[in-house]
């Protein structure tokens, strides 16, 4: 995002990473990982309120670029901005592992860079 430390230590709770998406290969259904997506990011601004009392404004995920193509983040319209250094945070150290990744955003609401101050 591009943040200062005190402006992600402000702002990093009101996005959430969508860490692990995996449909099984045997599964085959049309557009279902789109469908998934689209329907979490919906139901998860709710939950997200009643859970943490506080509003959810963006998802992330990151995508490894040397596995998978993120296709169907693109397809359910996640916004691709950029890839990673292919680092680790491990403590306060970033660590190279160089494995680069590419980074897709979700707005959840409208003036969502005003309210995350970007």
């Known amino acids: 995002m591009g943040w200062d430390k005190p402006t992600k230590e402000k702002n990093l709770h009101f996005m959430a990473n969508n860490t692990r998406f995996l449909i099984l290969p045997w599964v085959s259904v049309k557009y279902l990982a789109s469908k998934i997506l689209t329907l979490n990011a919906k139901r998860i601004s709710d939950d ?11 998802l992330e995920t990151f995508v490894e670029q040397s596995r998978f193509k993120g296709t169907c983040y693109k397809a359910a319209n996640w916004i691709w901005v950029g890839q990673t250094k292919g680092t680790a945070k491990k403590g306060h150290d970033h660590l190279f592992h160089g494995k680069i990744k590419d980074v897709y955003l979700y707005p959840l609401r409208k003036g969502f860079r005003e309210k995350l101050g970007g």
């Open 48 to 58: 997200w309120m009643t859970v943490y009392h506080h509003p959810l404004y963006l």
